[in-house]
């Protein structure tokens, strides 16, 4: 035990004179955030962190796990599900699910908000162990093993559990379990390497390494592992040994993971950070002064460390910012202006005078300057030979080594104080411009004195900028001016293109400039007229911009809190991100800026930052937005989109989240109710007060430094209304109302059809009766006639008219139901009447039957006995006894709209001449026409059928030669409504 105690030591202290030869580059540590009990944690003594498949971080500690988004830490412990409060081990698998591996020998695991234990999950109880679980993989088939300290290995195969090694004690690690690129699975057991025989399921011992392999393995992903051989040498295993690496201590040594895909972590080496490059095989250490017990890089590239009492160490500048302050070698923190020299140095200028120059990685001359009053460099410029000019709060100075001043030139304002100089330019010509109190220039300069032109322009300056064109752009006051070129003594005829105070300016190209605009922010010129402007608080994440520098496409702004990284486009400003203290700067006051060689150099009041620009995200990461509560006097639900409540609890709370670790206390949200504008909230808690019943949408999005999250979620929320405000209940009300009124429809209904048969059964009968009483009218003529023949004994006529008038009668009564009847039965009748009228008037009346061609094919109904009372009325008033050839014309004809027209014409007397000798039958006819009248309307009222009558003389001259009664009515069936 002794030779072995001392053989650690010896090797120990061989390792560390190893680390003083191997370390390569050893810079401030990158900026930290801490996370301990006493601001959030359960407890400081964290094992293991994974983050989920949703972006959520997880931590195993001994007081429970803890899940975290960046700003919220929910803890949990054996009250929620936990298998035990010390977890030692943490993953997630294929499924989603996050198993806990605790140090009771239990397992557990959690998904869809639910915790599942051996309590609620028959599978969790045989795979309890009375070892601690440490251990878990998942290997292609997706069953997982768990390793235990004592070497137990356990496998959940879906339903199947199988356990392995059960008798074997050996060390504290546990087996681990590595698939290599052909699948094939095996274990390092201690020493000892397994293969698993998938024909019987069991793992057979194999010779390869197991004589190399001393006590410790470290699995970094499926198919990357290292372990230590016998001399101590960590070697990388991927089926055999590739290299010896370096050399390290077995007790010291905790854990090892993946940073990117050329760097790892290694962990609890002397309190130490290895951070080891596969590439260059250099090493750098971060001296955190804790135990470290594992590291984890999250899908953001930010970098995690899990301690042994010291709590949760996050950064996520880490990889990519350099910082260099006084212990570093810098003259001072207070960095004004930044310079790149001919031979590619740069020169740093300081607070208090200082100046220190950095060249390939070193820093040398850093030394304060002996000037007349102490105070700020401000600006840095190089001269036509390559002399170094520098401008600050002590004037101007030229010098061609920090140490040495060839000349110092303190200008004096209005009231003989020295003016600061904040601003140094070189005209083609070679002469040196400074932009101050007033404007100066310097034609000619060496060692042993000046030649100084007086003062150009007496007005205070800012600064100036020389385009490519020539063009001489000057800040004066409170306005940017613009000249052709710069003459020894300027006048005011420049052209003003800009009323605001400019900071700075930055050529773009031949016809762009960009201005730091005092308050305003960045300007973008196009020739000499301002295109686009990003304003400070508003559109910029910052208060005060201050210095910008460009490169390829991009411009890159000091603010008072730090720095604003600009796309430039051809005639717009973008922004793109932003870069503060948690991206890796010693501080958020910035005050100038400088891009060599795809690096970005910032000069701030605690030093200087140096960040390799390929390693800067394009811009700030996006972020997932979850809801971590929902509740009212209803209850409380967690995780859920779609929330349904009852009216009498429409008031709602919601708390969200969001999942960032990076400026996580500068995330704000807002939200908007169906559709509305947007508001925002105050804090993370939205409360909605007296909702009406109904469904509605709820939409949340977060913004951070100006940006807004492009992850908005949406709520559906549902409130039932009352059970009579209730769809079921209006569409129940609704069928009643309607069967109430479909009821009182079909009685109504019922009512009018019967009135209506009534009403058309008692029309029928009064049609009816309306004919029988114009039949008899002629019956009784007829009777007459007959007995006129039988009185004066001619018993030839009498029995040839009582022939006719039987077979006229036959036919009238098989028809006498019939309301219409065809136009040639029609026509049959009124032939055999007026072949009787014949008869009885001894061949007085002749008569004629016309029927248009056009009808002769069709069956046109028309309404029985409707011409015969016309017929009758010709003969009965149209004709005198004095009439000796009294002619009746019947024409059937063809009308317009499809009706038939029907002339009855006669040579009678005409009907003036009829009334005056026919005064005794005045009331007769009136009853005829009445009875005519009545009829037609019944036709109307019950067929929709019209009849129209014209009656009219014919006139000779001034005589009067007959009669012409016109009846127009539809002729077609179809027309006919019966």
Known sequence: MNSLYHSYILKFGALCISILVVIVSCAQLPQFNKYTAHNGLPSSMVY????????????????????????????????????????????????????????????????????????????????????????????????????????????????KVSRFFENTIEHFQGPVVMESEKNQLFVYCGKKKLLLNE????????????????????????????FLNQDYQLICANGSIDKVEFQFCPSSLRNISRIDSNTLAISGYCDSLVIYDKVSKGMSFLNLNTTVNCTYTDLDGNLWICTSGDGLWFSSSWKFAEIW?????????????????????????????????????????????????PGRILSIAEGPNGELVGGGD???????????????????????????????????????????????????????????????LGSRTFCSEMKMNGDFWLSIANKLVVYSKLPKSISNEGKVIF????????????????????????????????????????????????????QNGKVYCATNNGVVVLDVLNDSLRFRRFITTSDGLPSPEVYSVLISENKLYCGSDKGLAIIQLDKIPDSVSSFSIYTRKVWGTWGETNGRNDITFDYSNNNLNIEFGAITFSHADELKFEYSFDNAEWYNMEGSILSLLNLTYGNHQLQIRATKRGLVCNNTITLYLKIIPPFWKSNLFIIGILCVILGLFYGFYRIRLNSVRQQSALKNHMLDLELKAMKAQMNPHFIFNVLNSINYYIGERDTVSAQNYLGKF??????????????????????????????????????????????????????????????????????????????????????????????????????????????????????????????????????????????????????????????LVTLTFPQSPQNLKL
């Open 499 to 550: 009323e605001s105070r400019v900071l700075d300016l930055e050529v773009v190209d031949r016809e762009r400039m960009l201005a730091v605009a005092d308050g305003l922010g960045i300007v973008l010129f196009v020739n000499t007229t301002p295109v686009d402007t990003l304003k400070v608080k508003f559109e910029m994440p910052a208060d005060n911009s201050r210095r910008i520098s460009y």
């Open 48 to 159: 293991r962190c994974i983050q989920d498949n949703q972006g959520f971080m997880w931590f195993a500690t001994d007081a429970g796990v803890s899940r975290f988004d960046g700003k919220n830490f929910d803890n949990f412990t054996i009250d929620d599900g936990l298998p035990d409060n010390e977890i030692f081990n943490l993953t997630q698998d294929s499924k989603g699910r996050i198993w806990f591996l605790a140090m009771n020998g239990k397992l557990g695991y959690y998904i869809n908000h639910n915790f599942y234990n051996e309590s609620n999950d028959t599978l969790l109880k045989q795979c309890h162990s009375i070892f601690s679980y440490v251990d878990i993989f998942e290997d292609s088939r997706g069953r997982l093993w768990f390793g235990t300290i004592g070497n137990t290995l356990t496998c959940i195969d879906g339903s």
């Open 806 to 963: 039987s077979k006229m009668i036959r036919s009238v009564l098989d028809n006498s139901e019939n309301v219409f009847n065809t136009w040639a039965h029609e026509m049959e009748l009124l032939k055999w009447y007026l072949e009787l009228e014949q008869i009885r008037f001894e061949s007085k009346v002749n008569y004629e039957i016309k029927v248009h061609p056009d009808l002769e094919n069709l069956k046109v109904l028309i309404p029985s006995m409707i011409i015969q009372p016309f017929v009758e009325n010709s003969l009965k008033h149209g004709m005198t006894p004095e009439s000796t050839n009294f002619l009746i014309q019947i024409t059937l004809s063809p009308a317009e709209n499809e009706c038939i027209r029907i002339d009855v014409k006669d040579n009678g007397i005409g009907r003036k001449e009829a009334t005056a000798r026919n005064k005794q039958q005045v009331i007769g006819t009136v009853h005829s026409t009445k009875l005519l009248a009545d009829r037609f309307a019944i036709l109307k009222s019950m067929y929709d059928y019209s009849v129209e009558v014209q009656s009219s003389d014919l006139i000779d001259g001034d005589k009067v030669i007959g009669t």
């Open 394 to 456: 002590a004037g101007a100075f030229l010098f061609n080594d920090p140490e040495k001043v060839i000349f110092n030139a303190p200008f004096s304002n209005s009231v003989g104080s020295i003016a600061a100089i904040k601003n140094l330019n070189f005209t083609a010509d070679g002469w040196m411009v400074c932009a101050g109190a007033n404007l100066y220039s310097f034609e000619e300069y060496d060692i042993t004195g000046t030649s100084v032109f007086d003062s150009i």
């Open 325 to 373: 302050d006084v212990s570093s070698g810098l003259g001072n923190e207070k960095i004004y202006s930044l310079f790149k020299d001919s031979d590619g140095g740069i020169v740093i200028g300081c607070d208090e005078n200082s100046l220190s120059r950095l060249s390939q990685g070193k820093l040398t001359n850093s030394s304060k300057i002996s000037l007349s009053k």
């Open 199 to 226: 024909g019987n399921g069991q793992f057979e011992y194999h010779s390869n390494c197991d004589k190399r392999v001393k006590s410790y393995f470290f699995r970094v992903s499926a198919n990357e592992s290292y």
